[in-house]
């Protein structure tokens, strides 16, 4: 079992550029897959969960190579993928999963997908119940909310459908579905969610409507070809050391081409109204692609924020880490409509109660959320993370300004997201 050994830090110093953004590499391998001829991705996350969308796209015939962070894709078009002999693995990758079913929901074969043990927990009803009105047969384990799924050949149908919840993976899959189904797909959003794939379709093309909270396409699209994708350091990696940089005292961090989509910013916003001192440097993008900046962070008194509505979807991953930076607020920090963070790697609502009660925090968990006392010592212990690799990061975090050494139990999983967390961790740290 591997484990995190964290010390208190005095203060944190440097300079980082953080991994690729998760969301964007699966997309860019996704639609460079559909795509006719060469799409090359410069900065793709190389983590666990992005290569399993790699070795996915390869078991279904496109030929890609991977060296580090660039990555290349040989595709032959929109209709090119071919059934495979092995049962399609997305390891731990709930987005993979999810986002791929209306892929493969699309094809003219069947498919087989599954995951590992924690994977196969996780709820997959959301996005099989759309996909099955479009007139996909998904079947599998509790009526097709487990995987293993197997996705069968079905001709599909364009339908307008109302996101009952906010997510940004249901929306992906079934814009991916609506790119085979005959007639328009249009998706209504109670709220904005993360809009990497509109995005990635005007990248390669591939006409999307947008207008308000309603997305559409209208397939069957035409053929589009591939091409050069950057992808900006991900905000989700970044928040780590965006927080530990406010939390630790006599802390300045530069943080290089971060991505600054609006649709991911939430935490970037709460924690200005938290008193954060931030510096946000915009750099030129390219066109087609997304926003980044450099950010510098500044060590930070915190006051108490109230989380809730529409910024819940554009920060859902950052809520460990927020938690965390909530403990050390001044008063009462109210998180509300989060209950998306139960059916996570890990429940993380429990997880992150849990812990940081542990470590001395004043934290009452409530079914979409957490009510935060703050600011409170924090002492270090020895803690289980689940296998969540978002909870094990956050814990780090807390562990630099608890008094003692926490030592964070089964964080093997840190590499689904952030390759290298430690590394960069112990780089920033100075006596």
Known sequence: MKKLIVHPAVKLRG??????????????????????????????LNSADCVSTINIFRNLG??????????????????????????????????TARILLGLLAGQPFTSELTGDQSLRRRPMKRVVLPLSKMGARITGPEEANLLPLKIETR?????????????????????????????????????PTRDHTEKMFSAFSIPCTKRDNKI????????????????????????????????????????KKVGLNPTRTGLLDVLGKMGARLRISRVKTPKGME??????????????AKVEGELVPRMIDEFPILAVAATQAQGTTLIR?????????????????????????????????????????????RL????????????????????GTTTILDTENIDTSFPGFESCLKKLIKP
């Open 155 to 191: 001709k599909l149908s364009g339908i307008t459908y109302h996101l009952p919840i906010a997510s940004a993976q249901v929306k992906s899959a079934l814009l991916l579905a609506g790119l085979f189904a005959e007639g328009e797909t249009k998706i209504i959003e109670p709220s």
């Open 62 to 95: 496109v030929r890609i190579y991977q060296k580090g962070d660039q990555v290349a894709i040989t595709g032959r078009g929109l209709n090119s993928l071919k059934p495979s002999v092995k049962i399609l693995d997305a390891g731990n990758s709930g987005t």
């Open 216 to 255: 559409s396409v209208v397939g069957p699209v035409s053929p589009f070809r591939g091409r050069t994708i950057q992808v900006p350091g991900d905000i989700s990696s970044a928040a780590f050391f965006i927080v530990a940089g406010l939390l630790v005292p006599d802390s300045k961090i530069l943080l």
């Open 337 to 381: 409509g989060a209950q998306d963070l139960k059916v996570k790697e890990s429940d993380r609502i429990l997880m992150m109660s849990v812990s940081l009660k542990k470590m001395g925090a004043h934290i009452e968990p409530r079914e979409d959320g957490w009510v935060i006392q703050g600011p409170t010592p924090l002492k270090g212990c």
């Open 384 to 403: 289980s993370c689940a296998g969540d690799h978002r909870v094990a990061m956050s814990l780090a975090v807390a562990g630099l300004v608890a008094k």
């Open 291 to 304: 926003p980044s900046g450099n950010l510098t962070i500044f060590s930070s008194g915190l006051r108490a």
């Open 15 to 44: 300079t980082l550029e953080v991994p690729g953004d998760k969301s964007i590499s699966h997309r860019a391998v996704m639609l460079g897959s559909l795509a006719y001829g060469t799409t090359r991705i410069r900065h793709f």
